[in-house]
């Protein structure tokens, strides 16, 4: 006797695998959308960053200079 691909004998576990099914799949999506939401730069932390690009290559660039001049004298 040949069955169906896709049958299975006990409907009632096919349907409790389905739903199991569905449900990880929608918490597969959730987790996507909260990771999204989470990455998402925020104003404050974009305009931190700017500041701390520029306060840490003025700060380089006078360290190495004053390093230099002390060094050359």
Do not use: H
Not at 21 to 30: D, E, F, N, P, Y
């Amino acid at each position: 006797m040949a069955q169906a691909p896709n049958t299975c004998v006990d409907d009632e576990r096919a349907n409790g695998v389905q739903d199991e099914i569905k449900t990880v799949q929608s918490l597969a999506r959730v987790k996507v959308v909260a990771g999204l939401l989470e990455n998402k730069p925020r104003m404050d932390t974009v305009w931190i960053d700017r500041v701390a690009r520029v306060l840490f290559l003025l700060g380089y660039t006078i360290f190495t200079v004053s390093y230099f001049v002390s060094y050359m004298t």
